[in-house]
């Protein structure tokens, strides 16, 4: 029986109302032999093309092998479609973007979608690979999406294959190879506006997530990103590179009820190797002040949470759970910030001073409040400096509740009750 359209989905059908009284249209597009037999347009480039600002662009599943830059308002989503044929009743919704990558318009970057210089994008149950690519350094930037001078939203989307084919060629802090990369050269005043919704991000090089903005203090902030409820998933130290779910780096983000899963030390030795090569849940470098992080579950990370260089943010709620090589959370240069509600445990192992929360003291961490933080299984619960105050901690099977960092600047308590204290890590200096 030939393939039949049971059902367009209801969101569609009211977006259709909607564009109709505002004068925005709905383009359709769809393959030969896909469920969409009415479809306007055969490729997604083609809608694009022919869209004019705030259409919308409903895309039947299939394969599409292109590569978009998108430089005016517009919504790009897949849709739900019930079909009836030979082999029964079903539905689908996989709309999957996978091209060969190449440099378009000459830009210094690669991605399967581009939004450039624009404003009230939306990207919609979308799945985008970018595993057909040949970068093999630092340069052109690789990522699935990227937000430059724009501002929008990605949502229920699927995200991945953002790796070198040689991670050795761009390693470090900063790599290459992202989910979603967000920035801005400066051309544009701003502020923008990106919000990462509900989305899996996963078999990305260097980081699920980066936000580039233009520093802490600045106001307003140029860049902003809303991060909530998305899956992320990396490798970790396997990667051959820093590895790190969401990155926000001199922006200022609400990172709140995200799942961010990373990796294990595995075969390599946790000082130095596993040190150098590790990943980090969530990131926070040189952010702006406001910057929530709240109910996010991390685990199988190096550092669970990773701060340096930050002031007037909030970390609170959030689950931080096998924890080898460095900390549930590591703070270098915090204040006047809250840290509250977080449940820490397996910071493991006990031999490499894994505690639930480490301030480096001489870093500037000041004016901070570590409250009502639950840490069962390390070697301690928080390890504070005097100018923060730590209150309300719950600590099960920590073989220090808590201690003041400032007093032990060249070695730590011993492993174990009686045993001689051993010397202070070499891998506690400044990483960021």
Same mark, same amino acid.
């Given at each position: 029986?030939?393939?039949?359209?049971?059902?367009?989905?209801?969101?569609?059908?009211?977006?259709?109302?909607?564009?109709?009284?505002?004068?925005?249209?709905?383009?359709?597009?769809?393959?030969?032999?896909?469920?969409?037999?009415?479809?306007?347009?055969?490729?997604?480039?083609?809608?694009?093309?022919?869209?004019?600002?705030?259409?919308?662009?409903?895309?039947?599943?299939?394969?599409?092998?292109?590569?978009?830059?998108?430089?005016?308002?517009?919504?790009?989503?897949?849709?739900?479609?019930?079909?009836?044929?030979?082999?029964?009743?079903?539905?689908?919704?996989?709309?999957?973007?996978?091209?060969?990558?190449?440099?378009?318009?000459?830009?210094?970057?690669?991605?399967?979608?581009?939004?450039?210089?624009?404003?009230?994008?939306?990207?919609?149950?979308?799945?985008?690979?970018?595993?057909?690519?040949?970068?093999?350094?630092?340069?052109?930037?690789?990522?699935?999406?990227?937000?430059?001078?724009?501002?929008?939203?990605?949502?229920?989307?699927?995200?991945?294959?953002?790796?070198?084919?040689?991670?050795?060629?761009?390693?470090?802090?900063?790599?290459?190879?992202?989910?979603?990369?967000?920035?801005?050269?400066?051309?544009?005043?701003?502020?923008?506006?990106?919000?990462?919704?509900?989305?899996?991000?996963?078999?990305?090089?260097?980081?699920?997530?980066?936000?580039?903005?233009?520093?802490?203090?600045?106001?307003?902030?140029?860049?902003?990103?809303?991060?909530?409820?998305?899956?992320?998933?990396?490798?970790?130290?396997?990667?051959?590179?820093?590895?790190?779910?969401?990155?926000?780096?001199?922006?200022?983000?609400?990172?709140?009820?995200?799942?961010?899963?990373?990796?294990?030390?595995?075969?390599? %030795? @946790? $000082?130095?190797?596993? +040190? *150098?090569?590790?990943?980090? #849940? !969530?990131?926070?470098? &040189?952010?702006?002040?406001? =910057?929530?992080?709240?109910?996010?579950?991390?685990?199988?990370?190096?550092?669970?949470?990773?701060?340096?260089?930050?002031?007037?943010?909030?970390?609170?709620?959030?689950?931080?759970?096998?924890?080898?090589?460095?900390?549930?959370?590591?703070?270098?240069?915090?204040?006047?910030?809250?840290?509250?509600?977080?449940?820490?445990?397996?910071?493991?192992?006990?031999?490499?001073?894994?505690?639930?929360?480490?301030?480096?003291?001489?870093?500037?961490?000041?004016?901070? %409040? @570590? $409250?009502?933080?639950? +840490? *069962?299984?390390?070697?301690? #619960? !928080?390890?504070?400096? &005097?100018?923060?105050?730590? =209150?309300?901690?719950?600590?099960?099977?920590?073989?220090?509740?808590?201690?003041?960092?400032?007093?032990?600047?060249?070695?730590?308590?011993?492993?174990?009750?009686?045993?001689?204290?051993?010397?202070?890590?070499?891998?506690?200096?400044?990483?960021?």
């Amino acid at each position: 029986m030939k393939n039949m359209i049971e059902r367009i989905p209801t969101a569609l059908l009211s977006i259709v109302t909607v564009c109709t009284a505002s004068q925005a249209a709905v383009l359709t597009v769809g393959q030969p032999n896909t469920p969409c037999p009415s479809a306007q347009y055969t490729t997604i480039g083609a809608a694009v093309a022919a869209a004019s600002s705030g259409d919308t662009i409903a895309i039947c599943p299939a394969l599409y092998p292109e590569q978009l830059i998108i430089t005016q308002p517009l919504t790009l989503m897949g849709l739900d479609v019930a079909i009836t044929s030979k082999e029964g009743k079903y539905g689908i919704n996989r709309v999957l973007i996978q091209p060969t990558l190449t440099d378009l318009q000459n830009l210094p970057y690669e991605s399967v979608i581009t939004v450039m210089n624009t404003s009230r994008v939306t990207i919609q149950n979308l799945a985008i690979d970018a595993s057909l690519n040949t970068v093999s350094g630092c340069s052109p930037t690789l990522s699935d999406v990227h937000f430059f001078n724009s501002s929008g939203k990605v949502v229920s989307s699927a995200l991945s294959g953002a790796e070198l084919p040689d991670v050795s060629t761009c390693s470090g802090l900063f790599g290459n190879g992202f989910g979603v990369l967000v920035d801005s050269d400066g051309s544009l005043a701003g502020p923008f506006n990106v919000s990462v919704l509900e989305s899996s991000i996963h078999d990305y090089e260097q980081d699920g997530i980066y936000v580039v903005g233009p520093g802490a203090g600045v106001s307003p902030a140029i860049v902003n990103v809303t991060i909530a409820g998305n899956s992320i998933s990396g490798i970790g130290p396997a990667s051959g590179t820093l590895q790190f779910g969401v990155f926000l780096n001199g922006a200022v983000g609400q990172i709140t009820g995200n799942r961010i899963s990373e990796g294990l030390c595995g075969s390599l %030795t @946790i $000082s130095p190797d596993c +040190v *150098n090569l590790r990943s980090e #849940g !969530v990131t926070l470098r &040189s952010v702006g002040a406001g =910057t929530v992080v709240d109910g996010n579950i991390i685990n199988d990370v190096q550092s669970g949470i990773f701060i340096n260089g930050v002031t007037q943010a909030k970390i609170t709620n959030n689950v931080i759970g096998n924890v080898e090589g460095l900390d549930g959370m590591d703070i270098e240069g915090l204040t006047d910030s809250l840290i509250e509600g977080n449940v820490i445990f397996n910071a493991l192992p006990v031999s490499n001073e894994s505690c639930g929360i480490w301030e480096d003291s001489g870093t500037g961490d000041s004016g901070n %409040t @570590i $409250s009502n933080t639950t +840490v *069962n299984d390390a070697y301690c #619960g !928080v390890e504070y400096v &005097s100018a923060d105050h730590v =209150t309300s901690g719950t600590y099960f099977n920590t073989l220090y509740t808590t201690f003041n960092g400032d007093l032990n600047p060249n070695a730590l308590p011993p492993i174990e009750p009686g045993q001689s204290a051993p010397a202070s890590a070499a891998f506690r200096s400044s990483h960021h």
